[in-house]
């Protein structure tokens, strides 16, 4: 799913709907891009991008969900 076996372009079409929700997906794709090229690309922004989301979102939720003690 996190196209590290196979690419998502020869994935089937609803495994490839998943696999764009999975944010480890992304993270495998900059790290690819890295490993072959130097160049900063769009897809490579694009999943810096989400990563970076992804985890500022957890960090929100995380921070909502923490009781808040008043002395």
Do not use: K
Not at 6 to 20: C, G, H, K, T, V
Request: charged fraction near 15%.
């Amino acid at each position: 799913m996190r196209s590290l076996f196979l690419p998502r372009n020869q994935m089937a079409e609803w495994l490839r709907y998943f696999s764009d929700a999975m944010q480890l997906s992304y993270a495998v794709e900059a790290l690819q891009h890295v490993t072959v090229s130097s160049e900063l690309s769009a897809s490579y922004v694009r999943g810096a991008v989400v990563l970076a989301g992804s985890a500022l979102l957890s960090l929100a939720l995380a921070a909502a969900t923490l009781r808040r003690q008043t002395a």
